[in-house]
């Protein structure tokens, strides 16, 4: 079993940059793929950037340029840095880490753009 705890999500202005974080309860090293995923209102969730086990990064076309994924195996987290946020960002974020038989997500943060 594996816990995902989020943090960072909030309000920001359009332009603004938030930074969210994913606290992972394993090693990364027994994940095949991990990354972050959104849910707008009245959307289906969609993926936003990933990292494979051998370090392979693929984005959403929108946010590629804006959004920087990291993941840090001695602390065992995965980040997500979003920079110059539009409102269109607006969602809920959710973390996902994937071993070879199990899809685990985390309980999602709010990240809201306006002004």
């Known amino acids: 079993q594996v816990q995902l705890v989020e943090s960072g999500g909030g309000l920001v202005q359009p332009g603004g940059s938030l930074r969210l974080s994913c606290a992972v309860s394993?090693?990364?090293?027994?994940?095949?793929?991990m990354g972050w995923y959104r849910q707008a209102l009245g959307k289906e969730r969609e993926l936003v950037a990933a990292i494979s086990r051998n370090g392979f990064v693929r984005y959403e076309d929108s946010v590629k340029g804006r959004f920087t994924i990291s993941r840090d195996n001695q602390k065992n987290t995965i980040d997500l840095q979003m920079n110059s946020l539009k409102p269109d960002d607006t969602a809920v974020y959710y973390c996902?880490?994937?071993?070879?038989?199990?899809?685990?997500w985390g309980q999602g943060t709010q990240v809201t753009v306006s002004s």
């Open positions: 996902n880490f994937q071993t070879r038989i199990e899809h685990y």
């Open positions: 394993r090693s990364l090293s027994v994940g095949n793929d």
